[in-house]
């Protein structure tokens, strides 16, 4: 079955220290695989995407992930983090029938 | 800017009232979806409208109806609230392909008491 697994549910980083926030995927094809963010009460933003080329890929807010195929990965990154990254972020792969499979979301939470 | 926009932002119904949730967007995208977003179970997806004129079931499609009533409008209808229809509900739409990205609205707040 395609899946997409989000295997922290909550991420602590220390203001100024790099994060990562993991994400593994299981779809059949090339991978499409995306990154969003959600605010308390609001809707999800887009952060990132990777179609094909680069496997580091760069988005909004100083947030990039890297695509390692052979892992089944999309990890998102950045290189120092802020108060204001604290969030829910969702992981997302299209799947064969190019609906969008959700990760269950992982809680970062950023420490002054 | 508008995007994607949906009403109502929060509703209050009674087991077994309906209503309807409204989404707009204004991006000339040709598909449009409505999820539901409960705790620690990510987004499910409803019904999707792949292009106007269309629409299929998705992940969680009963107790829901959709219309898609042009291309810049999709509309979801409860026909009779339950409880476990509590949720957050959000309206997306992207263009067809699959590298192409989906945007949210705002969403809106459900309860069913």
């Known amino acids: 079955a395609q899946s997409v697994a989000q295997p922290e549910d909550q991420v602590n980083v220390a203001e100024g220290n790099p994060l990562t926030v993991k994400c593994t995927y299981s779809?059949?094809?090339?991978?499409?695989l995306f990154w969003y963010v959600q605010y308390p009460n609001r809707g999800l933003q887009f952060l990132l995407k990777y179609i094909t080329g680069d496997n580091l890929v760069k988005g909004s807010y100083g947030f990039e992930a890297e695509f390692n195929k052979s892992q089944t990965s999309f990890h998102l990154k950045k290189p120092s983090a802020l108060v204001s990254d604290s969030a829910l972020y969702f992981c997302a792969a299209r799947d064969s029938n190019y609906q969008l499979i959700w990760g269950a979301g992982t809680k970062l939470i950023i420490k002054p | 800017n508008a995007g994607v926009t949906q009403t109502p932002k929060f509703q209050v119904l009674k087991t077994g009232q309906s209503m309807t949730l409204q989404c707009a967007q204004d991006?000339?995208?040709?598909?449009m979806y409505w999820y539901r977003q409960d705790p620690g179970m990510g987004l499910r997806l409803i019904y999707y409208s792949a292009s106007e004129g269309t629409t299929d079931k998705g992940e969680v499609p009963n107790g829901y109806n959709v219309s898609r009533l042009n291309k810049r409008e999709f509309s979801l209808r409860l026909e009779s609230a339950a409880p476990s229809q509590t949720s957050v509900y959000f309206c997306?739409?992207?263009?067809?392909?699959?590298?192409?990205?989906?945007?949210f609205g705002e969403g809106s707040w459900l309860t069913v008491v």
């Open positions: 997306a739409s992207s263009e067809q392909g699959a590298g192409n990205t989906i945007y």
């Open positions: 779809v059949s094809g090339n991978p499409y």
């Open positions: 991006m000339n995208h040709n598909s």
